[in-house]
């Protein structure tokens, strides 16, 4: 007995509603309504081993801007997301945060840091 997802592709603008077949074994099976090839791998991956960005903002101790945004600078499995957020939720730093700091090296062990994408003086 198979199942099927049904998946809109996001690698480009087309947005092609994918359909993907897997077995009860949760292999991948038949793969439709792609338009292009990068729409058979995004499918595979998003059924197999769905990965996301993380963006947030971090706490700023002493000083005007109470937040800096942040972001991961890898995506991490989308298993791990609310895990990570403690991790990030739980981190207050100090100011001067310039865009483009690793506010946290290698979250969770998952090869990605956390980056700041803003300023705080």
Do not use: F, H, W
Not at 4 to 27: A, F, H, N, Q, Y
Not at 38 to 44: K, L, T
Not at 64 to 75: A, E, F, G, L, R
């Amino acid at each position: 007995m198979s199942n099927c997802k049904v998946l809109t592709c996001i690698v480009c603008p087309i947005g092609c509603r994918i359909s993907v077949e897997t077995g009860d074994d949760g292999g991948i099976g038949k793969i439709t309504g792609n338009s292009c090839k990068r729409g058979i791998a995004y499918a595979e991956a998003e059924c197999t081993n769905p990965l996301r960005t993380i963006t947030s903002t971090v706490r700023v101790e002493g000083s005007q801007i109470k937040v800096v945004p942040v972001k991961t600078d890898k995506p991490v499995p989308k298993a791990l997301i609310m895990d990570c957020m403690k991790e990030i939720n739980k981190l207050r730093v100090s100011p001067p945060v310039r865009s483009g700091d690793v506010i946290i090296e290698d979250l969770l062990k998952t090869g990605a840091n956390v980056i700041a994408t803003g300023n705080s003086e």
